[in-house]
């Protein structure tokens, strides 16, 4: 290594600089060494599981506020769940980074509508927007709906609407979304297990 | 809560009072990664930057997948893949964590001329206390492994703190505890040698005759330790130093300059107090930024 | 999975193939990384590139994409020639000793009974031969030239080292190390365990390759035990629950297959189902259909389904064929579709053949996107340049994109990939308006019945009639879904002999799959979740930590279907006298008059060993099947096709049949066969995948994950890139017959140059996460370049191999 003059100089002028400063006056008292005040100490936790991979790893979801009437809670740090015997408390990238996700921008946070041929959303309301839709759900199952094939034999299926459903959602909403879909004789339907 | 009292620090950057030492049975802690167990997933460098609240820049692919490109001032620790032919034709993939080693005989705390700036803990863990940094980078020249990093937007030396906070308050470390394929291990150093050497045990019954534990004399041992397949070429572990010393440069400032600091000190004063004045404190250090070779 | 994650720990070898374990599932992972640790186990890894997963296993062979069917046929052809395998397991819990019809055959790459003309087979010469009692007849000595286990043996034995190599690009000497590890479980103190995921069923011969190594795994003795099983590690967080929940066009909740269009008597339906047992003595536990089904039809419709009204038989759709999501998208393309649904689904992005999916969008009249994100589904009207070049004023689709809650804000249920259900809760409520999934469904449903309920309509009453119990009829709580689904005793059910007896209290939740009856007296909305929320209470909500056994099992933590059982097929874990084959493992073990052990018997817990009720309980003969009947759609025993887009122009195993290149079961639209590019202007043979740092289409919303992994890239060995011209980082256009992309060159000595049928051949790999919406760089849909075939059993579309082209730009 070398070491030529104005980096010697530097030395010396950098090291007393601050010191020089605080001798002025120009520094705010000298912080103590110490660590940052841990910023999980007080917060709500809530056990959870991890939505990406099927090792559906435990996770902790730490909230801001004690949960009184006066405080909108929020989360502001995910860690793994130690208890869960898959995990053990670990979280691969995807898993460590659940708050981004969560707090992501492109969170969709009102229900919207394009029309046809446009170009941009416009917000709508969620009346607005079941009512249009079971409209032309049933003006769909009511003029495509196959009650008999052409054997005459009883069928009952709607074909020409189609649904795709979440393997993200929670057995609850699974199985809600089929009996909900289902009772209409879809048949169109299909999940990310094969995707 | 998560404040170590003074008497938990013992070495201070550019402090002639002494530290205090009296407190003798904390146990020296250790963070030990087994790079025979690393599946380079990054879950590390997440947990890093959400636990710590950093925020690195969204960058690019550059043909590798090392990303971001670079430890930073937002990116503590950061995964470096080496692919690595063997002999008999096969192919190793060896992927490195990298960031600070917290060495007991820490570079960056010689080197540091702010005081209080740099510390280290009787524990072991050597942590940067920003609010007295000063921006200058000498603790990057200082350190043998090339890890801190200035900010462009504070000017100041950021560097992993082995969460410190964590510690504090009896938890591991967030790379730690991320960690799916336990590749990290946290504890005092001494069990932590213990399990390394056991590791290594294993490895060499596995046929990598050469495993070892990468625990560095020339810096007096570190509390970030590795487990290598191939500890007798740690260079292959992209920039693993095969002795790290620190640079002769540092001891040069501990030992003569101080003196002559003094003597420049009412000269450098007034020149500093007019940089500080008309330039702020967030100007960055052009040396740095063109990586000038000290 | 067969097993469960924590078991993986007890194995001695792990297998990787088909999937990418390391970087897909890095936490279920760590247990390979345990069982390295603390069993001194092997990991190996077969794949074409040297990935995450291959970077810490003991030994690493390549393969060239869509070939794991001659791979994995020429280990069971090592197997058995070296005479390894687990010889009392495969005579007692296998239907090695059964003899086949005299009539079903192979022929040069055809089974029995194919129609060329319809692409798909006869099935009926797929079967056992009867005796005069009724069962099938066997061969203890296995040396009837009919018996399954002689059939087998034929049919492997053209899957030499030789042939295994030249097929499959992995050296003969790799190949013969793999094999040899694998069948080093052939010994009873000895288990493999295999983690696969789409890598194989995402083929035109995907089933098959999963049946293949399944066969290996009763071959050597590894179904059923700790340590062992065939593993599919899924790749959503409740893709297992929402599978268990049939989301499926084809069946119902807890895999009840629909009626076809034939089935209109509803006892012919059900008789149908509960199949006999072909052998004596053996449960077909399918014989409970009816009591599965018309439980589930009293979850549905209540009051309104009675015995006399078939519980509402007529109402269910019946089947002409099934609608996945290949043939949604193709009769969309084709304009036969009116209205969409896309739930937390972005089909634009995760479908084959990117264009062809958006040109269907278009042609719909409605889109209803529910999703927490924007997703590019949502978005594909939109113009985002050369990422989606399309005109919004030409696309007439209306569409609506109502926000959902995610994970953090929703209470509820999530089944793991080794089947364990385990109950989470909200932290919060989602963003702006957004409403849970459930809620979204219920606002729906609301909005339709009280326009059939003002209006009628077509069978209206399938829709009016739907039982809706929840307190708030907008608002089904998490917890009275969960107790519907489990099941619940409908009016008080007296023992037949005593009246005044109660056996079930009218109203209480059953405790299992065993309380349903056919009778109308229970509702379930899924059998084999029946007891999850018991009469005890919740048990997806058990956070038990201990593990008495210490193999795992962590039997209260959760609840796994079937009955809590954690491993299937347990009673192969012991041998015919029910002794452990592995007493240091042991699943279940008989004590002289009953099951037990650590885990539920997967066994009538009193049926004696001398018995001989076979581990296969859900099979009508009770044994696992080396011959799988009717089955598959492609045939009874696994065989090699190539790829739909294969570099070879013909399949080395039938140089001189043409139908037997590819899968000739599996389903081609019209106009897709001509979509598929050739060897000559596509010469690489390419795959797409995950990396470790992205969660599909997800991650990219999320600016941690956008930071560690920002920018689409593609990977090829250093031999092509040295070929093409290209540079580390360069831009790189690779193309197929139906799309391109361009992005990042990263070259790697990872993947490398393969030799098939002695000549050359580069892989391209093309990882998927990128799209025009999120926080990451914006990039292309890699599935503009997929096919768009599937697999001939499961429809699953060949994302896996495909041909491309490339170069820099």
Same mark, same amino acid.
């Given at each position: 290594?070398?070491?030529?003059?104005?980096?010697?100089?530097?030395?010396?002028?950098?090291?007393?600089?601050?010191?020089?400063?605080?001798?002025?006056?120009?520094?705010?008292?000298?912080?103590?060494?110490?660590?940052?005040?841990?910023?999980?100490?007080?917060?709500?936790?809530?056990?959870?599981?991890?939505?990406?991979?099927?090792?559906?790893?435990?996770?902790?979801?730490?909230?801001?506020?004690?949960?009184?009437?006066?405080?909108?809670?929020?989360?502001?740090?995910?860690?793994?769940?130690?208890?869960?015997?898959?995990?053990?408390?670990?979280?691969?990238?995807?898993?460590?980074?659940?708050?981004?996700?969560?707090?992501?921008?492109?969170?969709?946070?009102?229900?919207?509508?394009?029309?046809?041929?446009?170009?941009?959303?416009?917000?709508?309301?969620?009346?607005?927007?079941?009512?249009?839709?079971?409209?032309?759900?049933?003006?769909?199952?009511?003029?495509?709906?196959?009650?008999?094939?052409?054997?005459?034999?009883?069928?009952?299926?709607?074909?020409?609407?189609?649904?795709?459903?979440?393997?993200?959602?929670?057995?609850?909403?699974?199985?809600?979304?089929?009996?909900?879909?289902?009772?209409?004789?879809?048949?169109?339907?299909?999940?990310?297990?094969?995707? | 809560?998560?404040?170590?009292?003074?008497?938990?620090?013992?070495?201070?950057?550019?402090?002639?009072?002494?530290?205090?030492?009296?407190?003798?049975?904390?146990?020296?802690?250790?963070?030990?990664?087994?790079?025979?167990?690393?599946?380079?997933?990054?879950?590390?460098?997440?947990?890093?930057?959400?636990?710590?609240?950093?925020?690195?820049?969204?960058?690019?692919?550059?043909?590798?997948?090392?990303?971001?490109?670079?430890?930073?001032?937002?990116?503590?620790?950061?995964?470096?893949?080496?692919?690595?032919?063997?002999?008999?034709?096969?192919?190793?993939?060896?992927?490195?964590?990298?960031?600070?080693?917290?060495?007991?005989?820490?570079?960056?705390?010689?080197?540091?001329?702010?005081?209080?700036?740099?510390?280290?803990?009787?524990?072991?863990?050597?942590? *940067?206390?920003?609010?007295?940094?000063?921006?200058?980078?000498?603790?990057?020249?200082?350190?043998?492994?090339?890890?801190?990093?200035?900010?462009?937007?504070?000017?100041?030396?950021?560097?992993?703190?082995?969460?410190?906070?964590?510690?504090?308050?009896?938890?591991?470390?967030?790379?730690?505890?991320?960690?799916?394929?336990?590749?990290?291990? *946290?504890?005092?150093?001494?069990?932590?040698?213990?399990?390394?050497?056991?590791?290594?045990?294993?490895?060499?019954?596995?046929?990598?005759?050469?495993?070892?534990?990468?625990?560095?004399?020339?810096?007096?041992?570190?509390?970030?330790?590795?487990?290598?397949?191939?500890?007798?070429?740690?260079?292959?572990?992209?920039?693993?130093?095969?002795?790290?010393?620190?640079?002769?440069?540092?001891?040069?400032?501990?030992?003569?300059?101080?003196?002559?600091?003094?003597?420049?000190?009412?000269?450098?004063?007034?020149?500093? *107090?007019?940089?500080?004045?008309?330039?702020?404190?967030?100007?960055?250090?052009?040396?740095?930024?063109?990586?000038?070779?000290? | 999975?067969?097993?469960?994650?924590?078991?993986?720990?007890?194995?001695?070898?792990?297998?990787?193939?088909?999937?990418?374990?390391?970087?897909?599932?890095?936490?279920?992972?760590?247990?390979?990384?345990? !069982?390295?640790?603390?069993?001194?186990?092997?990991?190996?890894?077969?794949?074409?590139?040297?990935?995450?997963?291959?970077?810490?296993?003991?030994?690493?062979?390549?393969?060239?994409?869509?070939?794991?069917?001659?791979?994995?046929?020429?280990?069971?052809?090592?197997?058995?020639?070296?005479?390894?395998?687990?010889?009392?397991?495969?005579?007692?819990?296998?239907?090695?000793?059964?003899?086949?019809?005299?009539?079903?055959?192979?022929?040069?790459?055809?089974?029995?009974?194919?129609?060329?003309?319809?692409?798909?087979?006869?099935?009926?010469?797929?079967?056992?031969?009867?005796?005069?009692?009724?069962?099938?007849?066997?061969?203890?000595?296995?040396?009837?030239?009919?018996?399954?286990?002689?059939?087998?043996?034929?049919?492997?034995?053209?899957?030499?080292?030789?042939?295994?190599?030249?097929?499959?690009?992995?050296?003969?000497?790799?190949?013969?190390?793999?094999?040899?590890?694998?069948?080093?479980?052939?010994?009873?103190?000895?288990?493999?365990?295999?983690?696969?995921?789409?890598?194989?069923?995402?083929?035109?011969?995907?089933?098959?390759?999963?049946?293949?190594?399944?066969?290996?795994?009763?071959?050597?003795?590894?179904?059923?035990?700790?340590?062992?099983?065939?593993?599919?590690?899924?790749?959503?967080?409740?893709?297992?629950?929402?599978?268990?929940?049939?989301?499926?066009?084809?069946?119902?909740?807890?895999?009840?297959?629909?009626?076809?269009?034939?089935?209109?008597?509803?006892?012919?339906?059900?008789?149908?189902?509960?199949?006999?047992?072909?052998?004596?003595?053996?449960?077909?536990?399918?014989?409970?259909?009816?009591?599965?089904?018309?439980?589930?039809?009293?979850?549905?419709?209540?009051?309104?389904?009675?015995?006399?009204?078939?519980?509402?038989?007529?109402?269910?759709?019946?089947?002409?064929?099934?609608?996945?999501?290949?043939?949604?998208?193709?009769?969309?393309?084709?304009?036969?579709?009116?209205?969409?649904?896309?739930?937390?689904?972005?089909?634009?992005?995760?479908?084959?053949?990117?264009?062809?999916?958006?040109?269907?969008?278009?042609?719909?009249?409605?889109?209803?996107?529910?999703?927490?994100?924007?997703?590019?589904?949502?978005?594909?009207?939109?113009?985002?340049?050369?990422?989606?070049?399309?005109?919004?004023?030409?696309?007439?689709?209306?569409?609506?994109?109502?926000?959902?809650?995610?994970?953090?804000?929703?209470?509820?249920?999530?089944?793991?990939?080794?089947?364990?259900?385990?109950?989470?809760?909200?932290?919060?409520?989602?963003?702006?308006?957004?409403?849970?999934?459930?809620?979204?469904?219920?606002?729906?449903?609301?909005?339709?019945?009280?326009?059939?309920?003002?209006?009628?309509?077509?069978?209206?009453?399938?829709?009016?009639?739907?039982?809706?119990?929840?307190?708030?009829?907008?608002?089904?709580?998490?917890?009275?879904?969960?107790?519907?689904?489990?099941?619940?005793?409908?009016?008080?059910?007296?023992?037949?002999?005593?009246?005044?007896?109660?056996?079930?209290?009218?109203?209480?939740?059953?405790?299992?799959?065993?309380?349903?009856?056919?009778?109308?007296?229970?509702?379930?909305?899924?059998?084999?979740?029946?007891?999850?929320?018991?009469?005890?209470?919740?048990?997806?909500?058990?956070?038990?930590?201990?593990?008495?056994?210490?193999?795992?099992?962590?039997?209260?933590?959760?609840?796994?279907?079937?009955?809590?059982?954690?491993?299937?097929?347990?009673?192969?874990?012991?041998?015919?006298?029910?002794?452990?084959?592995?007493?240091?493992?042991?699943?279940?073990?008989?004590?002289?008059?009953?099951?037990?052990?650590?885990?539920?018997?997967?066994?009538?817990?009193?049926?004696?060993?001398?018995?001989?009720?076979?581990?296969?309980?859900?099979?009508?003969?009770?044994?696992?099947?080396?011959?799988?009947?009717?089955?598959?759609?492609?045939?009874?025993?696994?065989?090699?096709?190539?790829?739909?887009?294969?570099?070879?122009?013909?399949?080395?195993?039938?140089?001189?049949?043409? !139908?037997?290149?590819?899968?000739?079961? !599996?389903?081609?639209?019209?106009?897709?066969?001509?979509?598929?590019?050739?060897?000559?202007?596509?010469?690489?043979?390419?795959?797409?995948?995950?990396?470790?740092?992205?969660?599909?289409?997800?991650?990219?919303?999320?600016?941690?994950?956008?930071?560690?992994?920002?920018?689409?890239?593609?990977?090829?060995?250093?031999?092509?890139?040295?070929?093409?011209?290209?540079?580390?980082?360069?831009?790189?256009?690779?193309?197929?017959?139906?799309?391109?992309?361009?992005?990042?060159?990263?070259?790697?000595?990872?993947?490398?140059?393969?030799?098939?049928?002695?000549?050359?051949?580069?892989?391209?790999?093309?990882?998927?996460?990128?799209?025009?919406?999120?926080?990451?760089?914006?990039?292309?849909?890699?599935?503009?370049?997929?096919?768009?075939?599937?697999?001939?059993?499961?429809?699953?579309?060949?994302?896996?191999?495909?041909?491309?082209?490339?170069?820099?730009?």
């Amino acid at each position: 290594m070398k070491m030529n003059r104005r980096q010697f100089f530097k030395i010396g002028a950098a090291g007393v600089s601050s010191s020089g400063l605080a001798m002025l006056g120009f520094s705010p008292r000298e912080a103590l060494a110490e660590a940052r005040a841990f910023k999980l100490a007080r917060t709500t936790e809530t056990r959870s599981t991890c939505p990406y991979c099927s090792v559906s790893c435990g996770v902790i979801m730490y909230s801001l506020g004690s949960g009184a009437k006066n405080v909108k809670g929020s989360i502001i740090h995910i860690e793994g769940d130690p208890d869960n015997p898959v995990n053990r408390g670990t979280l691969c990238p995807k898993g460590a980074g659940l708050l981004d996700m969560v707090k992501s921008p492109n969170r969709l946070k009102h229900p919207e509508y394009r029309a046809p041929g446009s170009d941009k959303w416009q917000r709508i309301t969620w009346d607005e927007a079941f009512e249009r839709i079971a409209r032309l759900m049933k003006d769909d199952r009511d003029q495509n709906f196959v009650q008999s094939n052409d054997k005459g034999q009883v069928v009952n299926r709607w074909l020409s609407t189609g649904f795709l459903a979440s393997s993200a959602s929670s057995n609850e909403s699974g199985y809600l979304t089929h009996k909900v879909i289902r009772t209409l004789g879809m048949v169109a339907m299909d999940t990310q297990a094969r995707i | 809560m998560a404040t170590l009292q003074s008497l938990d620090v013992v070495e201070r950057s550019a402090t002639t009072v002494p530290t205090p030492q009296a407190r003798d049975g904390v146990p020296k802690l250790a963070k030990l990664i087994d790079v025979a167990k690393c599946i380079g997933c990054k879950a590390c460098q997440v947990a890093c930057s959400q636990w710590n609240d950093l925020s690195e820049e969204v960058g690019q692919n550059v043909g590798v997948y090392d990303n971001p490109a670079d430890l930073s001032a937002n990116t503590w620790t950061l995964m470096r893949f080496a692919e690595q032919q063997r002999a008999d034709g096969g192919l190793e993939w060896l992927i490195r964590k990298d960031g600070c080693m917290h060495c007991e005989d820490p570079g960056c705390l010689k080197a540091c001329p702010a005081p209080g700036a740099i510390v280290k803990y009787a524990n072991g863990i050597v942590d *940067f206390i920003s609010e007295n940094c000063i921006g200058c980078g000498y603790c990057i020249k200082g350190c043998p492994f090339d890890v801190p990093r200035l900010s462009e937007r504070d000017n100041k030396a950021y560097k992993c703190s082995l969460c410190s906070d964590r510690v504090a308050v009896g938890l591991e470390p967030a790379c730690v505890k991320t960690c799916p394929t336990s590749a990290i291990k *946290f504890g005092t150093k001494d069990d932590m040698l213990e399990y390394g050497e056991k590791r290594v045990t294993q490895l060499k019954e596995r046929g990598f005759q050469n495993a070892g534990v990468y625990d560095p004399q020339g810096v007096g041992g570190t509390h970030v330790m590795y487990v290598l397949q191939h500890a007798d070429k740690p260079e292959n572990y992209v920039g693993l130093p095969a002795e790290p010393q620190i640079a002769s440069m540092v001891g040069f400032w501990k030992g003569l300059s101080k003196p002559w600091a003094a003597a420049l000190l009412g000269l450098s004063v007034l020149g500093a *107090f007019l940089h500080y004045v008309t330039h702020g404190p967030n100007e960055v250090d052009e040396d740095h930024k063109n990586g000038e070779e000290v | 999975m067969t097993n469960h994650w924590v078991d993986i720990k007890n194995a001695d070898v792990v297998l990787v193939m088909g999937g990418n374990a390391a970087e897909c599932h890095p936490c279920g992972f760590k247990w390979v990384t345990e !069982a390295i640790e603390h069993r001194n186990a092997k990991l190996v890894v077969v794949d074409p590139r040297f990935t995450r997963s291959a970077a810490v296993a003991d030994y690493y062979a390549p393969i060239r994409v869509g070939t794991d069917i001659a791979f994995l046929g020429g280990v069971i052809n090592y197997m058995l020639t070296n005479d390894k395998i687990h010889h009392e397991y495969v005579r007692n819990f296998t239907n090695a000793t059964y003899l086949v019809r005299e009539d079903f055959a192979f022929d040069d790459g055809i089974f029995s009974g194919y129609d060329a003309d319809k692409r798909s087979y006869d099935r009926s010469t797929w079967n056992y031969q009867f005796g005069s009692d009724g069962y099938v007849m066997v061969d203890e000595t296995m040396t009837d030239p009919r018996c399954v286990y002689q059939l087998l043996k034929g049919h492997f034995s053209r899957y030499t080292p030789e042939v295994v190599s030249g097929i499959t690009g992995t050296p003969k000497e790799q190949f013969l190390k793999v094999a040899e590890m694998i069948a080093s479980t052939a010994t009873a103190d000895r288990v493999m365990t295999i983690l696969y995921a789409l890598g194989w069923t995402q083929h035109s011969t995907g089933s098959q390759n999963i049946r293949t190594m399944a066969m290996i795994q009763l071959l050597l003795g590894n179904i059923g035990r700790a340590g062992g099983g065939v593993n599919a590690l899924r790749g959503h967080a409740n893709v297992q629950g929402i599978t268990d929940m049939n989301l499926l066009t084809a069946s119902l909740p807890g895999y009840m297959r629909l009626a076809n269009d034939a089935e209109q008597d509803f006892q012919g339906f059900l008789d149908k189902r509960s199949p006999k047992p072909l052998r004596p003595g053996q449960i077909s536990y399918w014989k409970n259909f009816p009591k599965f089904w018309n439980s589930l039809m009293k979850a549905w419709y209540g009051s309104v389904a009675t015995p006399e009204n078939s519980f509402c038989y007529e109402w269910m759709p019946k089947l002409d064929k099934g609608y996945d999501v290949l043939h949604m998208f193709e009769r969309m393309y084709q304009g036969q579709m009116n209205g969409f649904f896309c739930q937390g689904f972005n089909p634009l992005a995760a479908v084959s053949n990117a264009k062809k999916v958006g040109l269907g969008l278009a042609k719909l009249k409605y889109l209803v996107v529910i999703d927490p994100l924007a997703t590019e589904t949502s978005e594909f009207w939109r113009n985002a340049g050369p990422y989606n070049n399309v005109d919004p004023k030409s696309i007439q689709t209306e569409v609506f994109r109502l926000p959902s809650s995610c994970f953090a804000e929703e209470t509820g249920s999530f089944t793991n990939s080794g089947r364990v259900a385990n109950w989470h809760l909200a932290a919060g409520a989602p963003p702006g308006e957004a409403k849970t999934d459930s809620d979204i469904m219920a606002g729906l449903h609301m909005a339709l019945r009280r326009l059939y309920e003002k209006e009628g309509g077509v069978l209206a009453e399938a829709v009016t009639s739907v039982y809706w119990p929840y307190g708030d009829p907008t608002k089904p709580s998490p917890e009275e879904l969960a107790k519907e689904f489990s099941g619940y005793v409908v009016r008080d059910v007296t023992d037949a002999a005593d009246p005044t007896k109660v056996l079930l209290k009218g109203g209480q939740q059953v405790s299992g799959f065993g309380q349903l009856r056919d009778d109308g007296s229970t509702a379930c909305g899924n059998w084999l979740y029946a007891g999850h929320w018991s009469p005890e209470g919740n048990l997806m909500a058990r956070r038990d930590v201990s593990d008495p056994s210490g193999l795992g099992y962590y039997p209260n933590w959760g609840v796994a279907w079937p009955a809590n059982r954690r491993i299937l097929y347990n009673r192969a874990s012991a041998d015919t006298n029910g002794k452990p084959w592995d007493s240091s493992r042991t699943g279940i073990l008989w004590n002289g008059s009953r099951w037990t052990g650590p885990d539920v018997p997967d066994m009538a817990p009193t049926a004696a060993p001398e018995n001989g009720v076979g581990p296969f309980i859900m099979q009508p003969e009770g044994v696992g099947r080396l011959f799988a009947l009717s089955g598959m759609a492609d045939g009874p025993f696994p065989e090699h096709y190539e790829p739909f887009e294969s570099p070879l122009a013909a399949n080395p195993l039938h140089p001189d049949n043409p !139908a037997a290149r590819n899968s000739p079961a !599996a389903r081609v639209f019209k106009g897709d066969m001509e979509q598929f590019g050739k060897a000559d202007e596509f010469p690489y043979a390419a795959t797409t995948y995950r990396l470790t740092e992205h969660h599909h289409f997800w991650t990219k919303h999320s600016h941690a994950n956008a930071v560690v992994q920002p920018e689409q890239f593609i990977e090829i060995g250093e031999d092509l890139a040295q070929e093409k011209g290209i540079a580390n980082g360069d831009m790189v256009k690779v193309r197929s017959n139906r799309g391109e992309v361009t992005a990042k060159a990263v070259v790697t000595k990872r993947m490398r140059k393969l030799t098939v049928e002695g000549k050359p051949v580069h892989h391209v790999g093309i990882p998927i996460h990128w799209g025009f919406t999120g926080v990451a760089r914006n990039g292309y849909l890699a599935n503009a370049l997929t096919p768009f075939v599937g697999d001939a059993s499961a429809q699953t579309p060949e994302f896996k191999a495909f041909l491309v082209d490339l170069e820099r730009v």
